[in-house]
T-cell receptor, first 114, second 108 residues
Framework: DAGVIQSPRHEVTEMGQEVTLRCKPI?????LFWYRQTMMRGLELLIY????????DSGMPEDRFSAKMPNASFSTLKIQPSEPRDSAVYFC????????????FGPGTRLLVL | QKEVEQNSGPLSVPEGAIASLNCTYS??????FFWYRQYSGKSPELIMF????GDKEDGRFTAQLNKASQYVSLLIRDSQPSDSATYLC????????FGKGTRLHILP
């Protein structure tokens, strides 16, 4: 299996622009998670889906952030408008909720907002 | 607010020695506990999980959980240079919360 796929791997944009991050989970996984990692705040859970349905979005920092999962093999995280404080590495992870609860992380998208 | 605390390090340990990583958490309702390893510039990968009080061993790794003290630790025996990484403690009740990680440096 190819693992969790994220695109783009790197994104540099200017403040005010729209940013869309993409994720393809591992086939057969029914949970998908979006995380943000910064030096100051560490790894934070933004939102997670179960069977394409958003379950908990309490970690989404503000209305500028939105996430969708239109089908089992694709999810997007959108920031509109972007701000310099959104600069971070954004990870997508997927899992099957068995007893092991192993989350498989994608390689991440490194976002820089100028 | 639920918190997971870790010493940021760096923790320097000679090769072949035991590395001990510690984590405390605030939510007594937490049910699942995880240790992730993250190499610089890479994504986190799960190395251990534990649910019950006591020790859980997997190869050179041992996770220890003490729910009464709200404390979870990771021991790495026979430390190798390849163990040099940041180790993230994570705790789950209704959702998963990560600590900021401890940087471990194994000295050759």
């Amino acid at each position: 299996d190819a693992g969790v796929i994220q695109s783009p791997r790197h994104e540099v944009t200017e403040m005010g622009q729209e940013v869309t991050l993409r994720c393809k989970p591992i086939s057969g996984h029914d949970y998908l998670f979006w995380y943000r990692q910064t030096m100051m705040r560490g790894l934070e859970l933004l939102i997670y889906f179960n069977n394409n349905v958003p379950i908990d979005d309490s970690g989404m920092p503000e209305d500028r952030f939105s996430a969708k999962m239109p089908n089992a093999s694709f999810s997007t995280l959108k920031i509109q408008p972007s701000e310099p404080r959104d600069s971070a590495v954004y990870f997508c992870a997927s899992t099957v909720r068995d007893r092991g609860e192993t989350q498989y992380f994608g390689p991440g998208t490194r976002l820089l907002v100028l | 607010q639920k918190e997971v605390e870790q010493n940021s390090g760096p923790l320097s340990v000679p090769e072949g020695a035991i590395a001990s990583l510690n984590c405390t958490y605030s939510d007594r309702g937490s049910q699942s506990f995880f240790w992730y390893r993250q190499y610089s510039g890479k994504s986190p990968e799960l190395i251990m999980f534990i649910y019950s009080n006591g020790d859980k061993e997997d190869g050179r790794f041992t996770a220890q959980l003490n729910k009464a003290s709200q404390y979870v630790s990771l021991l790495i025996r026979d430390s190798q240079p390849s163990d040099s990484a940041t180790y993230l403690c994570a705790v789950r009740d209704d959702k998963i919360i990560f600590g900021k990680g401890t940087r471990l440096h194994i000295l050759p």
